[in-house]
């Protein structure tokens, strides 16, 4: 993103966090850069291990192991030694329904009560370690259950978004070859119900490799359960033996398959493993979120996407901490939905993305006021490039002026956070994830594989591997090696574009495949994004480049504006102007779409391949099933034939 050069302003921590702070003292990136395989060692020795590994690190491009030859389970780290540590009576998991006040807690003897039947349940339907099982839930406990059900006995698990399409999920499903299904009847979101289980019967009328579905009662809807096949959950766990010992597991077997989002053609299935993962989650959430013992964390992502796998479930649960998990939306019953949460739960900790943030300022801050949102003391981002007016209204008035923001660059792949700030350290720059945390190794190549020193502008890799690493693509190593590996050796290439400034600050643009070539410019619309939202009229903007026979690509410009403002040709004007003063003239749209709404995978992420179908007349706009809201298309086809 952009810096907006005029306003850039930089924060300290506040006196007081930084005095309390997990992570207060500067030598630790020292300490780690000497050695970081000692460094990542330590930190695995705060997890329960039944066996210590033998070797740290073995490292043979691109295949990593950690921890080789130790014996380690996700699941009893994330309940049973919290128990051992007396978190017995601690709330593990808050959740709070798609209807306010619709509650329910468990505590960690609970949530582990609840694991070890599901587990058994698994057992009794054939499930052996090493089996996958594929997971197509709401956001409801059931889905951390199976997860650390699954966890507990060495079978990897594949969860499926609750909003993919009934091929989506088939896809996934004989990808993994999972043998059970775990689903519920339908899930309620916003006050709609997605029909989980019908869809999960059309995905399943060819997914051969499924023997049991399992199906979640949330809302009683009327299901078809097919005999032999489907069986109910309560049913099964009425009947299921309590106990069920955690599996040795070796650090290296697959903990999860997770299915990479957004991208064109047949999905990447990322393969994370058990001991560097858990020992790089429970680090970076410890660290990034300043988690105390008394903290109400809550993470506002989907558990089918890897933020929630990570800071949902493993991270904070591997910390012994409260998480929150919730299963509307922002707007539904009102639009202080979320403020009405922070101020009921008390949350001190609130994780969320751009796009969010972005939607909230749209409606001003009259939802805020409403609430009392003083428990908050700590705010992040993830998912995109935090445009500096999004972070600096996330901080005035989310949290108060008086909140550290962290704004935390990493992907499915890296497993965990990688770039960030630590909140009682670093001193933030809006839009900036700062540096690379300690024991990780980023940097900046350019197209022929050299290092960029100092200032510049390249692509963003990962020097030396990292503990959360992807270790391969499930049954595909040849496009994982072919994706991440094949442009720069053993340096990780992450797919993204990135810019060091004069203070050794990352600022990371975007997709380095969402770079625009404007008459031999490199322009990234990430960069043309923030210019036109830091103008006042802007609410939000996706830019694309189309093809153009003078100058290889012209730049189009989608843009929502705030409230209620109409858009006109003297504002298009105003915008390229705009544009113009903060980057330059070469990156002027050449176009400009007002737009009440864009194009949006469920996770947020903006879909610029259908802008670009669009803006190109074509008709054949490619898989649009990931589309949280497919009538968008519709309109947007509209406004651009109108804008012709
Ligand atoms: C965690 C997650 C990964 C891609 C990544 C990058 C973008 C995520 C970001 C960010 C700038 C940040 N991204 N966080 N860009 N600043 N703080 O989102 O994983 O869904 O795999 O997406 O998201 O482009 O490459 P994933």
Redesign the pocket.
Known sequence: MTEEKSTVRTYDPPEDFAARANVRDRSIYEEAAKDFEGFWAGRARKLHWFREWDEVLRWDPPEAQWFVGGKINASYNCLDYQIEQGRGDKRAIVWEGDEPGENRTLTYSELKAEVEKFANVLKSLGVRKGDAVSIYLPMIPELPIAMLACARIGAPHSVVFGAFSAQSLRDRINDCEAKVLVTADSGPRGGKRTPLKANADEALQDAPSIEKVVVVRRTGDAVNMVEGRDLWWHELMEKAEPECPAEEMDSEDILYILY??GSTGKPKGIVHTTGGYLTHVNTTTEWVFDLKEDDVYWCTADIG???GHSYIVYGPLSNGATALMFEGTPAYPANDRWWDIIERHGVTILYTAPTAIRSFMKQGTGPIEKHDLSSLRLLG??????NPRAWEWYHEHVGGGRCPVV???????TGGIMISPLPGITRTKPGS?TFPLPGIFAGIYDEEGNEIEGPGVGNLVIKRPWPGMLRTLYKDPERFRETYWQKYGDVYF???GARRDEDGYFW?T??VDDVINVSGHRISTAEVESALVAHPAVAEAAVIGRYDEDTGQAIVAYVILEGDRKGSDELAQELRQQVRRVIGAHARPQEIVFTPDLPKTR?GKIMRRILRSLSEGRDDLGDTTTLADPSVVDSLKEQVSASR
Request: hydrophobic share 30%; proline share 4%; glycine share 12%.
């Open positions: 990479s989002s996407w890897v933020t981002s993830v998912g995109e490039p935090i704004d935390t660059w990493w992907q499915t792949e994830a992450s797919g993204d990371v975007g997709r996770s």
